[in-house]
């Protein structure tokens, strides 16, 4: 069965500080993956995407994921958090072969301190 | 972007009647919907994928009676509640494949239901 998992529920960091969220994945085939994020009240925007090539990926607002398909991981990262990052973070998988219909993780709540 | 609009974005209802929340494609073409529901404080868990001018398709253990999904046109589907009870409240989320191959999902904003 098709599965994301996000190791962490909550995370709280200070401003300046890195920040990285575990994701892994298990699909039955070629997967693309995503990381959205959520900021209170408002719509799911992307964060960047992985659909092939090269592994680091990197997406907007200082945001990048590495896939690691030997560990059937896609952890998002970002060197010096701001206050405005807090948000709930999720990562997502689609096999290439179903279109846009994702399996989220959990998500991540993000709180960062001023 | 392309958007995608979600009408409600709130709404409250009474038990035992039905809601209908709409997903529109504003600026391209959707031949294509997924319909999600949150959970407070949990992930968005896919529910159906809607299928403009056939029927959707429903996950496992999503009553399709209960929770009809339209998709008449190619920018708009619906999702329609019957019978609302309590337990149906929840967030409910559309998105539509868009872009190159179709590989980026754009989601509405969500619609807060609250059956009471």
Same mark, same amino acid.
Request: charged share 15%.
């Given at each position: ?114 | ?32 919907? *997924?319909?999600?529901?949150?959970? %407070?404080?949990?992930? +968005?868990?896919?529910? =159906?994928?809607?299928?403009? $001018?056939?029927?959707? /398709? ?32 929840? *967030?409910?989320?559309?998105?539509? %494949?868009?872009?190159? +191959?179709?590989?980026? =999902?754009?989601?509405?904003? $969500?619609?807060?239901? /609250?059956?009471?």
């Amino acid at each position: 069965a098709q599965s994301v998992s996000q190791h962490n529920h909550h995370v709280i960091l200070s401003e300046a500080a890195s920040l990285e969220l575990g994701c892994n994945y298990s699909y039955g085939g070629t997967v693309n993956l995503f990381w959205y994020v959520q900021y209170p009240g408002q719509h799911l925007q992307l964060l960047l995407k992985y659909f092939s090539g090269d592994p680091l990926v990197k997406g907007i607002k200082g945001f990048e994921a590495e896939f690691i398909k030997s560990k059937f991981s896609f952890n998002l990262r970002k060197p010096s958090v701001q206050w405005s990052d807090t948000a709930e973070y999720f990562c997502a998988g689609g096999l290439k072969a179903a279109g846009n219909k994702l399996t989220f993780g959990g998500g991540t709540r993000v709180l960062v301190k001023p | 972007g392309a958007v995608v609009s979600q009408h409600p974005s709130r709404v409250i209802c009474k038990s035992g009647t039905s809601v209908k929340i709409e997903c529109r494609s504003l600026d391209f073409q959707a031949t294509t919907m *997924f319909w999600y529901r949150q959970f %407070p404080k949990q992930s +968005l868990m896919l529910m =159906a994928t809607s299928n403009e $001018g056939s029927k959707a /398709t429903y996950e496992q253990g999503v009553e399709k009676d209960k929770f009809l999904i339209n998709h008449a046109s190619l920018t708009l589907s619906t999702l329609t509640v019957t019978s609302a009870h309590p337990e149906d409240s929840s *967030f409910y989320i559309c998105s539509a %494949p868009s872009g190159t +191959l179709n590989t980026e =999902a754009f989601f509405g904003q $969500g619609t807060r239901l /609250t059956v009471v």
